[in-house]
């Protein structure tokens, strides 16, 4: 199952690796939203995606487009995680109530208790644009979303 493009995308508010309170809402009206969930930060293939990423950071975080990486790892983790990895973007918790983002946009993995591999794009209006949600084990392509994001 997965959530309907063109409807406004769950709104939420997490902390990121610096316990700073970051809302999707926070950003209606001035910039589009990548939304990045991942299993588990310093796991191998989490890590080669978001250092792709991190790598091309202006094409996914510039003046019109925001980057939020999402797991349920808790804040702490998150912080040495992105200091390590050398993250210039929000990496947000979804720690407690564990999983509930990741929940409402329909990317938890109970048996796991972790977040599976989805992106979603929303734009400045709050509406879901773009979307792709693979399986824990399967990476995915960078270029994809950012082709999503060049034709907003």
Not at 96 to 115: D, I, T
Not at 124 to 144: C, E, F, P, T, Y
Request: proline residues 3%; charged residues 20%; glycine residues 6%.
């Amino acid at each position: 199952m997965s959530l309907t493009i063109g409807n406004p995308a769950p709104d939420f508010a997490l902390a990121d690796q610096h316990g700073v309170k970051v809302s999707l809402s926070s950003f209606r009206d001035k910039k589009n939203v990548v939304l990045l969930f991942y299993p588990f930060s310093f796991t191998g293939t989490c890590t080669g995606e978001l250092c792709e990423i991190r790598d091309d950071l202006n094409s996914f975080q510039n003046e019109d487009v925001q980057l939020l990486a999402i797991s349920c790892d808790s804040m702490f983790s998150q912080r040495s995680f992105a200091e390590e990895q050398g993250y210039k973007f929000p990496v947000l918790t979804d720690f407690w109530p564990h999983g509930k983002v990741s929940m409402a946009y329909e990317v938890f993995n109970a048996a796991r208790g972790c977040a599976i591999r989805g992106t979603f794009i929303i734009d400045k209006k709050g509406i879901l644009r773009w979307q792709v949600v693979n399986s824990m084990g399967d990476s995915r392509s960078a270029l994809d979303y950012k082709a999503a994001i060049e034709a907003l």
